[in-house]
Each structure stands twice: as structure tokens, then as C-alpha cells.
């Protein structure tokens, strides 16, 4: 080798050394050793970032959107009357929803979920690469963390709250058992229409309770929860609804493969076709007026107001379809109708309110509370600025009877008992001068308190109230179910009159007790409270008794007698009997009727207002009448929503235990017929102690066309021509009624 060739070689040795020394420094850095190294490292700062992240991460108090629920209303049969709230939302616990419903929903979006940690790690990672790329929204999260991000989290998409999200479903798995939040996610996820909830999900899409879908509609709402708006069948177009169809198919192939669901039963399922979208039910019309009633009735029971008002209950109310549809259409045809305010300016003025009660639960059935809560904001069933006139009068007699009472001489006070119902006659014992007319100022002389009541003769009463003593005649009333607080309602012989302030609601009740046999009644309008599993222990409608049961079947029995042979015989209703009082105060700015069947109880006021202002106005020349009496239209309305709410029932009859009053036939005459005419004397319970017909002339032809004007009337004088003939009457007592005999003294 000569010089040259040396030189070379030891130049490209010393080059290839030169790259060799340089290569090496960098390789040494990336050996497989450091390079498991790094990894290992890498792992190690990202698990303790987790742990911090996990550490420092709380699971927080649920979001205000995912607690925001509608309050639901319902009918006595379950019909939804009305949601109020800003979110049509109803949470019902996981025990109401079907155990096939339930797995429609993990069958669709997480089947491994009984089995997983809460979480999808490759989801969430692709979701949080796809976040930081803004690929907008992506799916593969568990049931857990969907939950997580419906109740506790906001719907952004950010990579925070993506990690957030993981953090928070690995605690609340831990936390929480599965069925916590299946239910959890089942009432947050939102179905389209409005609805958040698989309550109110099933109602928007086939109108019924969750406890009532089939697999089919189950699987559809769990079908629908990827993409409400574009699987909704009532507004999906042909590829939408091919879309719903073919993930509604693949909800129930996977219940198949997880074993929730027979082969057999799924090879014969047809796509179940939701209904047409309706609008949610407002608070037009009564509606307002039922749902204002229910939330005082909770609140009175113990519901903190606050808790109510955040959402989430369903209210079922007594309130009777049928029932309320026939009070309404009464008022309309017997009165509204007929009003014409531009032509008339009091027709204006004139307002109704009307409650129904069902005597035997004391719930209220039915009830009118004026044109709609939001055109009048009193609700008319319920106010009590009112005189309920001479429907208090049966209250006197009741405390009569409760009280042993008698009259100034001491005769026992009944059915029989003869007045003197002169007009203007001043009461006697009262230490307040008092001394009030009769209507029309009609005097009827040596009356019986039967056809006093008939009548509705004022000084009879009054003197009567006095005869028993003011304050248990209040004490009676208050017992019946009238206010104690009541204005007006003072211990003064002017309350014979019903100067005092009432509502149909309190009247109704009142009436109830009598009917019930003198057990009370409270009348109420919800039937049943709940939300989730709480369900506050509302007061028992039909508790203890208020006044024995011969006082308050005697009143009955007397006040059958009004609607047979007095001021109520615009309700009389063949073969159905029929109890019941009028009352117009003196200045003609109230008329009532209340009254009752054995199975129905109503009243019904109307009233004078000055329309915008409130003020207390006469109701004469309404409809272009003269003077409205208790008589008139609010008999008339309650003649037409009783026969209606009644239709299709048996007539029933008063199972009354008394032995007075114008239900119970009177027994033979004696051989003496001497009456007395004394104004507070009573004899006895014979017929001859009863005014004859000359001195209280309330009998009329046209009584004879009622079933049993003549054997339910009032007693009358031997020989007079309302008196039946013991000799061809029955024991059992005229049409309508069952008499249970007393023992005599």
C-alpha cells in the first residue's frame, strides 16, 4: 500500500469514527431500556394526575335543569288535567318502571352496564380527542356517565368537563348502586316533545303511565333518546323514521342476546306507532281554580311550599270528569247563557260558585269557581264574603235537636213544634231588641217549624236561635263545618239569618255532615299526593262525629219538606229523594241553594259583584228578572247538574233514623184535633199540633204531581188536603225514604 492509499484509509477510518462518536450519543438516549423508561414515566405522571384530578374533584349538588320538574294534575281516573312548572319533567321511582322497560333502555345504550366500572375509558378518550380536534359531539359514554352529565354537569363540550365526567362516574359507581342510577338516567334524559322523563315521555308519545308501556314503546323511547327531534314518527321524515325502526330493532335484538328477552316473543313484536303530539294542559277555564285549591289543601297538610313549588309531584284530585262537565254545562244553560251585559248592565255583575261533594268520602266531586282563573281571579266556590242567608236556618234546628232544646215554656222543640210566625214579631228572651220581617213581609200566624222551614220564615228562626241559645247555635255550626272566624259571625240574634260570610264550599260541607248522618265531612279536593316515593299523609275528609245521628236525619228529614212543599220545588226530581234549602239575603246580593241526594251534596251561591271592582252589588233584574231568589237560578242550576251527575244511577232513598220531619208519615190523628196556637207551644208530635193549612198556605196543586207531595209534606190538619190517609199509607214512609223507627220514651 503506497502513501497515498495510507492516507486515505486512515481519513475514512477517523470520518467513520467521527459518525460512529456522534451517532452513539444520540442512540443511547433511545435504547429499548429508555424507552420503556419513558413510557413507564409518562404512565406514572398521568396516574398522578388522576389521582389529584380524583382527589380534587367532588361530586357535586345536582344542576338546577336536571332538579326543574312540572307539577302534574290529574282527575280522579288518572287523566292529566293540567302540568304547571317550566319543564314538562315527572320523575317516577325505578319500582314504577317495568323491569322489560328498564332493560330497553341498557339494551340500548349500554348493555355490559350491570357489569362496568362506570365508565368507558376508550370512549371517553375518543370523545376528548375529538373534543380538542372540535369535532363536535361524540358518543360512546356509559349509562353512568351520561347520568353524570344530565344531573350534575352542563351539556358543553369541553375537554374539563370531559374529564370532570370521568372523575365523577368512577365515584358515583362507587357511591351509588345501578339501579340508583338507572333510575337517575331514565328520569333526566330528554325524549323530544317537550318531555324530560320517561313519565312524561310515555304520556307525550302514548298517552299513558310508565307503569303501563309494553316492551315495544319502551324500546321506541329508548330508541329515541339518540336523536329525539329526528326520531320523533310524528315529525321524522323517511330517513328518520328508517333510523328509529332500525335502532328500535336493535334495542330488542340485544335484549335477545342478553336473555331479557324470549326469541319467541321478539320474532312476533310490531313497531308501536306513537300518537300525535297534543299541547300540554294549561290553567284556562277551572282548571286554575282546582290547582290553586289543591296546592292550599298540601300546604295546610304539611308540604313545605318551597319543595312543592321546585316540581316533581303528581297530584290526583276528586275532581269527576263527568261530574265537572255537568256543573259546568248547569251554569251555562240556566244562567250564562241568558246573560246579556250590554244589554243589561247588572248581568255584569252577577257570579257563581257551586262545589259538589260525595257525602261518604268527602271528596269534592265537582266544582265552579266563576268564568276561569284567569279571567276571574276570585275563585267564587271558595270565597266567604257572602251571607249565606237561610240555608244557616237547618243549623238552628240542628242545634235544637243536638241540644234538647225548648222553646220560652219549655216544650221540647221538633218538627212540629208550633210558632208564631208573624213578620216583624219581636224575639222573646233575647237581651237585643230584635225583630225581623219575613220575606215580602208576609205573615203566616201559628206556624209549625216543618212548614216554617218550607217557608223560610225569619221570625220563626230567629225566635228559635234565641229559644236555644246563641252560643250553641254557633257551636253547632262551627261543628257542622262553618267557619269560626267567619265575618259577621257574631253571637247576635241576627245570625238567624245567615248575616255571616260562607262559601259553597263550607255550605257543602255543612249539608255533607247532615247527609253523612251528622258524621263531618271536610270537603277536599286531592285525592292523593306524591313525588318519587314520598307521599304526604293527607286528613281523613269524613272524620268523627259533629252532631248525633237523629239530629242530622231529623234536618233531613225536615229539609225534604222544602223541596216537596217549600221554596226548593224547582229541584224536585221524580222518585229521587231529595233534601235540601234556599237562601236569599235581604238585600239581594247572595242566593243559595244547597242541597242533597244520599249520594250527592251541592251548592251553589250566587253573588253580586261589581265586575272590576269587588264591591257587593244587588243581583235584582239579573237575566231581566225581578228579585233572584235561592229558588230561581241556583236551584234551577242545581236541578240540571244533579239530574245529569246522577243519570244512569238507581234513585236512591234517605236511610234515616227519626220519627219527624216531612220524610216520616205522620202516625193517625187522635180523637181531639184541638191546636194551640201558642208561639212557642208543642204539645205533642201530632199532626194536631201543626198549623192548619189556613195559617201557612205553602201547599200548592202543582205539589201534587211530585212523588210524594202527599205523604212527604208537612203535617197538616185532619181532614186538610195534604194530610194522607193513615189507613192506605205504608209503614216504610212515602217514596225516597227508609225509615228506622225510634224506640219511644
Not at 314518527?233 to 325502526?245: H, I, N
Not at 304526604?536 to 239530629?551: E, W
Not at 224547582?570 to 235581604?586: E, I, W, Y
Not at 184535633?673 to 202543582?702: L, M, Y
Request: hydrophobic share 30%; aromatic share 8%.
Amino acid at each position: 500500500m503506497g502513501r497515498a492509499e495510507e492516507r486515505r484509509a486512515r481519513q475514512k477510518g477517523a470520518r467513520r469514527a467521527k459518525r460512529a462518536a456522534k451517532s452513539g450519543g444520540i442512540r443511547r438516549f433511545f435504547t429499548w431500556k429508555w424507552v420503556l423508561g419513558y413510557v413507564l414515566g409518562f404512565c406514572a405522571l398521568l396516574i398522578g394526575a388522576f389521582f389529584v384530578l380524583y382527589l380534587w374533584v367532588d361530586v357535586p349538588p345536582a344542576n338546577a335543569a336536571a332538579k326543574a320538574e312540572a307539577n302534574i294534575y290529574k282527575y280522579s281516573d288518572g287523566t292529566i288535567m293540567a302540568k304547571t312548572g317550566d319543564v314538562n319533567r315527572e320523575s317516577v321511582p325505578l319500582s314504577k318502571i317495568p323491569k322489560e322497560v328498564q332493560h330497553t333502555f341498557v339494551a340500548a345504550e349500554n348493555k355490559d352496564f350491570y357489569g362496568d366500572s362506570g365508565v368507558s375509558f376508550t370512549g371517553t378518550a375518543r370523545g376528548l380527542i375529538n373534543t380538542a380536534l372540535g369535532r363536535g359531539k361524540q358518543g360512546g359514554s356509559t349509562i353512568t356517565q351520561q347520568y353524570v352529565k344530565n344531573y350534575y354537569l352542563s351539556q358543553e363540550q369541553t375537554v374539563s368537563r370531559k374529564l370532570k365526567e370521568l372523575v365523577i362516574s368512577l365515584k358515583v359507581d362507587q357511591q351509588k348502586s345501578k339501579d340508583y342510577i338507572l333510575a337517575g338516567y331514565i328520569n333526566t334524559s330528554y325524549y323530544g316533545r317537550g318531555a324530560y322523563g320517561v313519565q312524561a315521555a310515555a304520556r307525550a308519545y302514548y298517552d299513558k303511565d310508565v307503569e303501563d308501556l309494553s316492551v315495544e314503546q319502551g324500546a321506541y323511547l329508548a330508541s329515541v333518546l339518540q336523536a329525539p327531534s329526528q326520531y320523533d314518527w310524528a315529525a321524522a321524515g323517511p330517513k328518520g323514521k328508517k333510523l328509529v325502526k332500525a335502532r328500535w330493532n336493535y334495542v330488542l335484538d340485544n335484549m335477545v342476546e342478553k336473555d331479557w328477552l324470549p326469541k319467541s316473543e321478539r320474532e312476533g313484536m310490531k313497531f308501536p306507532v306513537p300518537k300525535e303530539p297534543s299541547p300540554i294542559p294549561g290553567l284556562d277555564g277551572q282548571t286554575g281554580y282546582f290547582v290553586e285549591e289543591a296546592k292550599k289543601e298540601l300546604y295546610k297538610a304539611g308540604v313545605n311550599e318551597n319543595e312543592f313549588e321546585a316540581g316533581g309531584w303528581t297530584v290526583t284530585l276528586n275532581i269527576d270528569r263527568k261530574k265537572q262537565k255537568a256543573l259546568e254545562k248547569a251554569v251555562r244553560t240556566e244562567l250564562t247563557d241568558k246573560l246579556d251585559p250590554k244589554k243589561r248592565k247588572v248581568d255584569g255583575d252577577a257570579q257563581v260558585g257551586a262545589v259538589s261533594v260525595d257525602p261518604k268520602s268527602g271528596g269534592i266531586v265537582a266544582m265552579y269557581g266563576g268564568a276561569g282563573a284567569t279571567e276571574h281571579y276570585w275563585n267564587n266556590a271558595t270565597r266567604s264574603d257572602y251571607q249565606p242567608a237561610s240555608t244557616f236556618k237547618p243549623l238552628i234546628l240542628a242545634a235544637g235537636l243536638e241540644n234538647g232544646s225548648t222553646t220560652q215554656d219549655g216544650t221540647p222543640i221538633t218538627a212540629s213544634t208550633v210558632y208564631d210566625g208573624t213578620s216583624k214579631r219581636p224575639v222573646k228572651g233575647s237581651l237585643t231588641g230584635f225583630a225581623p220581617p219575613n220575606e215580602d213581609n208576609k205573615s203566616y200566624g201559628p206556624i209549625s217549624v216543618q212548614k216554617a222551614m218550607n217557608n223560610s220564615v225569619n221570625s220563626v228562626f230567629a225566635q228559635m236561635a234565641v229559644d236555644v241559645g246563641l252560643d250553641k247555635v254557633k257551636g253547632t255550626a262551627i261543628d257542622l263545618g262553618m267557619s269560626k272566624d267567619a265575618g259577621g259571625f257574631d253571637v247576635r240574634p241576627a245570625m238567624s239569618l245567615g248575616v255571616m260570610g260562607a262559601s259553597p264550599k263550607d255550605m257543602a260541607g255543612v249539608y255533607a255532615t247532615l247527609d253523612n248522618h251528622g258524621k263531618k265531612v271536610t270537603p277536599a279536593i286531592v285525592k292523593s299526593a306524591e313525588k318519587g316515593d314520598e307521599r304526604p299523609q293527607l286528613p281523613d275528609a269524613t272524620n268523627g262525629q259533629a252532631i248525633s245521628r237523629g239530629a242530622a236525619d231529623s234536618v233531613t228529614s225536615v229539609l225534604t219538606g222544602v223541596v216537596d212543599d217549600g221554596t226548593g220545588q224547582a229541584v224536585r226530581q221524580q222518585g229521587q229523594a231529595v233534601a235540601g234549602k234556599t237562601g236569599t239575603s235581604d238585600d239581594n246580593k247572595s242566593a243559595w241553594f244547597s242541597g242533597y241526594t244520599p249520594d250527592l251534596v251541592t251548592s251553589v251561591g250566587m253573588f253580586g259583584e261589581l265586575k272590576g271592582v269587588g264591591k257587593q252589588v244587588s243581583l235584582k233584574g239579573t237575566a231581566g228578572g225581578g228579585r233572584v231568589n235561592g229558588g230561581g237560578f241556583p236551584a234551577q242550576i242545581w236541578a240540571a247538574y244533579t239530574k245529569t251527575a246522577l243519570n244512569g244511577q238507581k234513585a236512591s232513598k234517605f236511610d234515616l233514623d227519626t220519627d219527624m220531619g216531612a220524610a216520616v208519615k205522620p202516625p193517625a190523628p187522635p180523637s181531639s184535633s184541638a191546636t194551640s196556637h201558642s208561639p212557642t207551644s208543642s204539645p205533642s208530635s201530632s199532626p194536631s199540633n201543626s198549623a192548619s193549612p189556613s195559617s201557612s198556605p205553602s201547599s200548592s196543586p202543582s205539589d201534587s204531581g211530585s212523588p210524594s207531595a202527599t205523604s212527604s209534606g208537612s203535617p197538616s190538619a185532619p181532614g186538610s188536603p195534604s194530610a194522607p190517609d193513615p189507613s192506605t199509607s205504608s209503614s216504610d214512609g212515602p217514596p225516597g225514604h227508609q225509615r228506622r223507627n225510634k224506640p219511644q220514651p
